[in-house]
């Protein structure tokens, strides 16, 4: 598959999915194993990624579908809950996070980048 063309305010963000995505892969290859010691490092850097995308996504919500933004918002409030209250040896728990991230980050890449993409060089 051809790599996608990114604006520059978005690709780092593109590489921070990429890294939990093959968390994710991970995770659901074995999810009766405790990930704690590989999961803990990576919440507050989800915390930040979610807050970065927040203010990046803020001001050009007004243009964008906003069923794209609802699913943001409602992604954003159950994996914080759950990086809030872990359960590193819930087999149910580990599938459930890594599902939600991975569909999450699959949705910002095919939908809410590409929708965002046409504003970010215009005006606020």
């Known amino acids: 598959m051809k790599p996608l063309k990114r604006h520059p305010a978005l690709i780092e963000l593109s590489r921070d999915h990429h890294r939990s995505l093959s968390l994710c892969v991970r995770l659901l290859r074995t999810p009766a194993e405790s990930h704690r010691a590989e999961l803990e490092p990576h919440f507050p850097e989800l915390l930040e990624h979610f807050l970065e995308e927040e203010t990046l996504f803020a001001p050009y919500w007004p243009r964008i579908d906003n069923a794209l ?51 970010l060089d215009t005006p606020k």
């Open 69 to 119: 933004r609802e699913r943001f918002e409602t992604d954003h409030a159950k994996l914080r809950t759950m990086i809030a209250a872990p359960e590193h040896t819930s087999e149910t728990w580990n599938k459930d996070f890594a599902t939600t991230l991975r569909d999450h980050a699959r949705f910002e890449e095919r939908e809410l980048f590409p929708a965002v993409e046409a504003y």
